[in-house]
């Protein structure tokens, strides 16, 4: 399976470049006969729109069709990863200031091992974040090697 996204993943880089968005994942979705390829997108601001997921799909159907081994029954969705999508390279947080993010850390920085909070600054050691603790806002510089899991959050 590995082996044929990768595959994929090469056929698909000259539409998704095309189309000026990155890939998130492909993954498989149900089985037999309810199979579906879906197909995540994002703009490189981690956003996404309905009308380029439609571009996207449409292109990718033909590029699909063409395809040896997509020949059983299959429907593809092109999609955006989501709101709260995983930051699976902590190294794209550098890229990320202004972002408001969930992170868990693997060990505590002061107080905190888990927070939400917008994203200050950023390099390749670390993020300073502002985060709210009880009625105050606060900072704290957070090395990269000491974040377990981030995630981009929804602020209320």
Not at 2 to 22: C, G, T, W
Not at 132 to 155: C, P, S
Request: proline share 3%.
């Amino acid at each position: 399976m590995a082996e044929q996204f990768e595959r994929l993943k090469q056929k698909m880089e000259p539409i998704l470049n095309s189309s000026k968005v990155q890939l998130y994942e492909i993954s498989w979705q149900g089985s037999g006969k309810d199979r579906t390829l879906q197909v995540a997108i994002m703009h490189s601001d981690g956003s996404m729109d309905l009308d380029t997921c439609a571009e996207v799909s449409e292109k990718l159907s033909a590029l699909l069709d063409a395809e040896e081994g997509f020949k059983e029954p299959y429907t593809l969705e092109v999609c955006s990863p989501g709101a709260e999508r995983e930051i699976r390279d902590l190294k794209e947080l550098e890229g990320m200031p202004g972002a408001y993010i969930h992170i868990r850390l693997k060990k505590p920085a002061g107080k905190l091992l888990e927070t939400d909070g917008t994203i200050l600054a950023a390099d390749a050691d670390g993020i300073r974040l502002q985060y709210r603790d009880k009625a105050v806002n606060r900072t704290a510089d957070i090395k990269l090697d000491n974040i377990d899991a981030a995630r981009m959050a929804v602020k209320f």
